[in-house]
C-alpha cells in the first residue's frame, strides 16, 4: 500500500483509537459512519471488573460449594501422592531394602505403589469432577451475562444504536463474551486451584526440609514481580487487541451489508485497502499483547528451572553432610517443581485473563449505560385516538446544535399530515419524536392533550405503526413476518393486509406462498417486495397513528396507486403522517407541511401551496419537469 493511502486511511480511523470519539449528524439524525464509539484505553478498575466477574459466578453458590471440595480434594489427595514417594523410597528402594527378602520388598513395593496408584485416581477424578462443575458454572454465568446484554439493548434509546456499529456490538457478544467464557472455564479455576497447591506444597515443604523449603519461597518474591511486571505492561496490550479487533468486525459488517454498494461504484480496491490497514492495525496488538504474555512462560519457567537446580544441589549436599535421607531429598526437589509449576500456570494464564478483563469492561460498558427512562407520574390511558399537536417544538441531537426550530401543527383522527422538503430538512426527525425515540429540548408534543412524556413509551409506541423506508424482515415465514404488526392476527388478517399493500399476489407465486421462509432480511425478494411486506406489517396493526417515511419509494408507480387505495382504506379512522418525496402520494394529503433547515416555511393543502407560487410550487414544477 502506498504511503498517501496509508495515510488516508489511518486519518480516517484515527479517531476510533483516541480519547475522543466522532460524531456526524444531520437534520434528519445522527448518521452511522460505520466506526462507532470503542472502548478506550484499559480497564478503569480491574479490581472492580474481577469482583463483578465473580458476581456472575456466586449466583451458583451450591455448585460453586462442589467445585471448592473437589478442588481441595485434588489438591490434598495431589500433595499427598508426591509426598508418600518419600516412604516408598526410603523404606522399599533404599534404607529399609537390605535387611528384606526380595519377595518381600517387591510385594511391600506393589502394595504401596496401588495405594499410590488409588490417591492418583482419587485426584484425576476429582480434578475431572471440579472441570465439569465449573464448565457448568461458568455456562450458565455466561447465560445470564448475554441474557442481561441482550436485554439491555432492548432498553437503550435509538441514539446509542445511530452511535454503533451493528459489527461492534456483535463483537461485545462474541468476542468479548466468549473471552470472559474462556477465563470462567478454566483460567479462573487453574489459578485458583494453583494458589490453594503453592499453599500446600509450601506446608509440606518445610515440614520435609526447612532449609530447602526456605530456599525455594524466597524465589516467590522474583517470580511474583516478574510476574506483576508482565500484568501491568499487558494490560493496555490487550485492551487495544480488544478495541482493533471490534473496529475490523464492524468494518467486515459493513462491507459485507454493503456490498452491492461498494460493487456499483468500483470501490474494491478501496475497501481492501482499508481492511488490511485494520488488519494491520489488528495485527501490531495481536503481536504486541501475545507477545508479552507469551514472554512470561519462558522466563518464569527458567527461574523456576535455577530454583529446582538450587534444591538438588544443597539438598545432596544436606544428604552427604547432614544426613537427610534420600526419600526427603526427592520429595523436595518434587516439591520445588509442583511449587514452581502452579505459578509457572498462573502467569501462563494472564493472557487469557487480560483479554477476559478488557472483553468484560466492554460488556459492562453497555450494562451500565442509562435505559430509556419512564418520566414520573405517567398518565394511564385507556387508548389513544389520534390527537396529536407539536406546539412551539425545539429538537437538536445534541444540546449545542438545534435541528428544528418552533415547529407547530396538529393533527386529527382520520386526518394525514405530509412533511416534504429537500434532504436533511428535518422530516424523519418530526415522526421520531412522535414516538419518543428522543426527547424535546422546548415546546410540548401532546396526544389526546396529554404530554408525550407523560404516556408510557411502550403504551405510546404500541399505538404508533411505522413503515420507514429502510426495510427490515425477520427470519421466518412471510406470514410471520406480516404478523409482527400485530401477533394475535389471523391468517385471515394476514392476507387481508396483504392485499391492501398490493402484496398478495407475489406472495402466492413464492415457492410456499405466504409460508415461505425469508432469510438474510428477505434476500431472495426485491426491495420493492420486502417494502411490500413492511407496508403490510403495519397494515395489519390496529394502532390509532401510522407513519410512512418513504413507504413507497422503492415501489413503482402502478404499485404505487395501487398500495394508495389500499392505504386509504386503512387511514380512514387513524392519524397519519406522510413523508414522501414524490409530491403525487401527498395531493391528497389534509395538510402538507413544506421543511426547510428544520424549519416549516409553508403549510396547507396542494391547491393551497400551489396558489402560494412558493417553494412547494417550485419542488411540484421540477418533479413535473423531470416526469
Keep these: 500500500m502506498d504511503q498517501e493511502r496509508a ?183 487453574q489459578i485458583i486451584s494453583g494458589s490453594i497447591t503453592v499453599t500446600g506444597t509450601i506446608i509440606l515443604m518445610l515440614y520435609t526440609n526447612w532449609i530447602l523449603g526456605m530456599m525455594t519461597i524466597l524465589m516467590t518474591p522474583v517470580l511474583i514481580l516478574i510476574s506483576k511486571l508482565m500484568i501491568n505492561s499487558g494490560k493496555d496490550a490487550y485492551a487495544a487487541q480488544q478495541k482493533n479487533l471490534g473496529i475490523l468486525n464492524g468494518f467486515a459488517q459493513e462491507m459485507i451489508t454493503g456490498q452491492k454498494v461498494v460493487k456499483v461504484f468500483n470501490h474494491e480496491e478501496t475497501a481492501i485497502d482499508e481492511f488490511e490497514f485494520l488488519n494491520e492495525e489488528l495485527l501490531h496488538t495481536q503481536i504486541k499483547a501475545q507477545f508479552r504474555s507469551g514472554s512470561m512462560g519462558p522466563l518464569t519457567h527458567q527461574l523456576c528451572n535455577v530454583g529446582y537446580v538450587l534444591t538438588a544441589c544443597v539438598g545432596a549436599i544436606l544428604v552427604v553432610k547432614r544426613g537427610f535421607d534420600l526419600g526427603g531429598l526427592a520429595v523436595s526437589v518434587n516439591y520445588t517443581r509442583q511449587f514452581n509449576r502452579p505459578i509457572n500456570e498462573i502467569s501462563m494464564q494472564m493472557n487469557n485473563v487480560f483479554s477476559a478483563l478488557a472483553g468484560a469492561e466492554r460488556v459492562f460498558e453497555v450494562l451500565d449505560l442509562e435505559p430509556e427512562k419512564e418520566s414520573e407520574n405517567t398518565v394511564v390511558l385507556d387508548k389513544i385516538e389520534g390527537n396529536i399537536v407539536l406546539d412551539h417544538v425545539n429538537f437538536g441531537y445534541t444540546p449545542e446544535v438545534t435541528v428544528l426550530h418552533d415547529i407547530s401543527l396538529y393533527a386529527k383522527p382520520g386526518q394525514k399530515i405530509a412533511f416534504v422538503g429537500s434532504t436533511g430538512a428535518g422530516k424523519t426527525t418530526v415522526t421520531s419524536l412522535l414516538s419518543r425515540f428522543y426527547d424535546i429540548q422546548a415546546g410540548t408534543i401532546t396526544v389526546d392533550g396529554v404530554p408525550i412524556e407523560k404516556i408510557k413509551r411502550g403504551f405510546l409506541r404500541s399505538n404508533i405503526a411505522m413503515v420507514l423506508q429502510d426495510t427490515h424482515l425477520f427470519t421466518g415465514t412471510v406470514r410471520e413476518n406480516i404478523r409482527y404488526g400485530r401477533l394475535d392476527a389471523t391468517d385471515r388478517e394476514v392476507e387481508e393486509a396483504a392485499k391492501v399493500a398490493s402484496a398478495h399476489f407475489f406472495i402466492k407465486n413464492l415457492e410456499n406462498g405466504y409460508d415461505t421462509v425469508l432469510e438474510q432480511d428477505g434476500a431472495n425478494l426485491s426491495q420493492g417486495q420486502r417494502q411490500l411486506l413492511n407496508i403490510a406489517r403495519a397494515a395489519i396493526s390496529k394502532a390509532p397513528v401510522l407513519i410512512l417515511d418513504e413507504a413507497t419509494s422503492s415501489v413503482d408507480t402502478r404499485t404505487e396507486r395501487h398500495i394508495e387505495e389500499g392505504m386509504d382504506a386503512i387511514m380512514k379512522n387513524r392519524t397519519t403522517f406522510v413523508i414522501a418525496h414524490r409530491l403525487s402520494t401527498v395531493r391528497k394529503s389534509n395538510a402538507i407541511m413544506v421543511l426547510e433547515k428544520g424549519r416549516i416555511i409553508e403549510r396547507g393543502t396542494h391547491e393551497e401551496l400551489l396558489k402560494m407560487n412558493g417553494r412547494y410550487a417550485d419542488l411540484y414544477h421540477e418533479i413535473a419537469q423531470l416526469e
Design 7 to 189: 495515510s488516508r486511511i489511518q486519518k480516517k480511523y484515527s479517531h476510533t483509537s483516541g480519547s475522543g470519539q466522532k460524531k456526524e449528524f444531520s437534520m434528519g439524525g445522527p448518521q452511522n459512519r460505520g466506526n462507532g464509539i470503542r472502548a478506550q484505553g484499559k480497564p478503569k478498575d480491574t479490581k472492580g471488573t474481577m469482583l463483578r466477574l465473580m458476581r456472575y459466578l456466586g449466583k451458583e453458590n451450591v455448585w460453586i460449594l462442589f467445585a471448592g471440595i473437589t478442588m481441595i480434594v485434588y489438591t490434598v489427595f495431589s500433595l499427598e501422592a508426591a509426598y508418600m514417594l518419600r516412604p516408598i523410597i526410603n523404606h522399599y528402594i533404599f534404607y529399609d531394602s537390605a535387611d528384606q527378602e526380595v519377595s518381600v520388598r517387591v510385594s511391600n513395593l506393589a502394595g504401596a505403589l496401588a495405594v499410590l496408584a488409588l490417591v492418583y485416581a482419587v485426584s484425576v477424578f476429582s480434578q475431572w469432577l471440579q472441570q465439569r462443575i465449573m464448565l457448568h458454572v461458568s455456562q450458565k454465568s455466561l447465560l445470564r451475562m448475554r441474557k442481561q446484554l441482550f436485554d439491555k439493548l432492548q432498553t437503550l434509546p435509538v441514539s446509542y444504536f445511530d452511535n454503533h456499529t451493528t459489527g461492534d456490538i456483535m463483537s461485545r457478544f462474541t468476542n468479548d463474551v466468549d473471552a470472559v467464557g474462556e477465563m470462567l472455564n478454566s483460567t479462573f479455576i
